[in-house]
Nanobody, 125 residues
Framework: QVQLVESGGGLVQAGGSLRLSCTSSGRTFNYSPMGWFRQAPGKEREFVAAHDWKGGSTTYADSVKGRFTISRDNAKNTLSLQMSSLKPEDTALYYC??????????????????WGQGTQVTVSS
């Protein structure tokens, strides 16, 4: 049973920055794709960014490309999301997700097996 714990959310003004972190308890972290998703009130959960397990390949939603950077530290079982130039529309509950062993990263929620509880990001205008 993989447990994911996110941290780093908070309230920030538009144009500001935040760094989210996610720590995984899973022994297969080094060989699992990782992703960030978000869900705003009244909206469906949407893909934000993904990181593969082997070559450092990353994928971003168009809405965050150039502003967000996903990274991972396999030695610490940690996934991060550096968010810059934040906009009010980035306000949401952000979730960390871990995919299956040796799987490729996906952009759909169904591509991931384990989820954290989420960390709230609120961007004021």
């Amino acid at each position: 049973q993989v447990q994911l714990v996110e941290s780093g959310g908070g309230l920030v003004q538009a144009g500001g920055s935040l760094r989210l972190s996610c720590t995984s308890s899973g022994r297969t972290f080094n060989y699992s794709p990782m992703g960030w998703f978000r869900q705003a009130p009244g909206k469906e959960r949407e893909f934000v960014a993904a990181h593969d397990w082997k070559g450092g390949s990353t994928t971003y939603a168009d809405s965050v490309k150039g502003r967000f950077t996903i990274s991972r530290d396999n030695a610490k079982n940690t996934l991060s999301l550096q968010m810059s130039s934040l906009k009010p529309e980035d306000t949401a509950l952000y979730y960390c997700a871990q995919g299956g062993f040796l799987k490729i990263p996906g952009i759909q929620a169904r591509d991931y097996d384990s989820w954290g509880q989420g960390t709230q990001v609120t961007v004021s205008s």
